[in-house]
Nanobody, 122 residues
Framework: QVQLVESGGGLVQAGGSLRLSCAASGRTFSNYDMGWFRQAPGKEREFVAAIDWRGWSGSSTDYTDSVKGRFTISRDNAKNTVNLQMKSLKPEDTAVYYC????????????WGQGTQVTVSS
C-alpha cells in the first residue's frame, strides 16, 4: 500500500501561483511513476502532469497541453514527495487536484490521494 496526502491548495487570483505537494508513505515510493490529475465541478477527472520513477535530471515528464509552460512537476525520492508548481493560474484551472501513483506514465493508476482544492478567481 502507498498512502498519498496532498497539501498546498487554496484560493488565488488569476495570474498567481500555487505549489502543491504530495507526501507518500508505505511501499517503495521510487518504484512508481507519479502524477497529478484534476477534476472540475461537473467534469471528469483529467490528467495534468506526470513524472517517471527515476526522478533525477534524466527523468521524463509529461503535461497536458493546457498547462505546458505554466506547471512544473518534480519529485524527491529521498523525501517521498512529488510537487506541482503552478504559475500564471487561470480560472479554468479551478478544480480538485489529486496526486496519484502508478505505472507506464500513469496509464495505470495504483493509488490516489484524497485531493486538494484549487480555486482561481478572475
Amino acid at each position: 500500500q502507498v498512502q498519498l496526502v496532498e497539501s498546498g491548495g487554496g484560493l488565488v487570483q488569476a495570474g498567481g501561483s500555487l505549489r502543491l505537494s504530495c507526501a507518500a508513505s508505505g511501499r517503495t515510493f521510487s518504484n512508481y511513476d507519479m502524477g497529478w490529475f484534476r477534476q472540475a465541478p461537473g467534469k471528469e477527472r483529467e490528467f495534468v502532469a506526470a513524472i517517471d520513477w527515476r526522478g533525477w535530471s534524466g527523468s521524463s515528464t509529461d503535461y497536458t497541453d493546457s498547462v505546458k509552460g505554466r506547471f512544473t512537476i518534480s519529485r524527491d525520492n529521498a523525501k517521498n514527495t512529488v510537487n506541482l508548481q503552478m504559475k500564471s493560474l487561470k480560472p479554468e484551472d479551478t478544480a480538485v487536484y489529486y496526486c496519484a501513483a502508478g505505472q507506464k506514465k500513469m496509464t495505470i493508476i495504483d493509488y490516489w490521494g484524497q485531493g486538494t482544492q484549487v480555486t482561481v478567481s478572475s
